[in-house]
């Protein structure tokens, strides 16, 4: 069993930073993926970023590339998205999850969720 406890997340204008943090015990999950995704009100959830977590690889969906950085501290268990020149679009629940199996694009493919935390970009 893994747990999954994000943070970060708040109210930020337009153009303005946050880096939301997602804290993980129990399991050792050297052979995941860790991927943040999101959803927005009346939308699907939507794939963000990946990381390997042993190798440190990184997948962005095309929406977030070149704004956002996803990276890991193993010693911390903490895996982090830093959101740079946010947009309104950007607004949504951002979740933390654990890969399972399969393609780190797919949210099937992951296990293990955090509860979330609500991002909000104002115009």
């Known amino acids: 069993q893994v747990q999954l406890v994000e943070s970060g997340g708040g109210l930020v204008q337009a153009g303005g930073s946050l880096r939301l943090s997602c804290a993980a015990s129990?399991?050792?999950?050297?052979?995941?993926?860790m991927g943040w995704f999101r959803q927005a009100p009346g939308k699907e959830r939507e794939f963000v970023a990946a990381i390997n977590w042993s190798g440190g690889s990184t997948y962005y969906a095309d929406s977030v590339k070149g704004r956002f950085t996803i990276s890991r501290d193993k010693a911390k268990n903490t895996v982090y998205l830093e959101m740079n020149s946010l947009k309104p679009e950007d607004t949504a629940v951002y979740y933390c999850?654990?890969?399972?199996?399969?393609?780190?694009?797919?949210?099937?493919?992951?296990?293990?969720w955090g509860q979330g935390t609500q991002v909000t970009v104002s115009s």
């Open positions: 999850a654990a890969h399972y199996s399969g393609s780190p694009y797919y949210s099937s493919s992951y296990r293990y």
């Open positions: 129990g399991r050792t999950f050297s052979s995941y993926y």
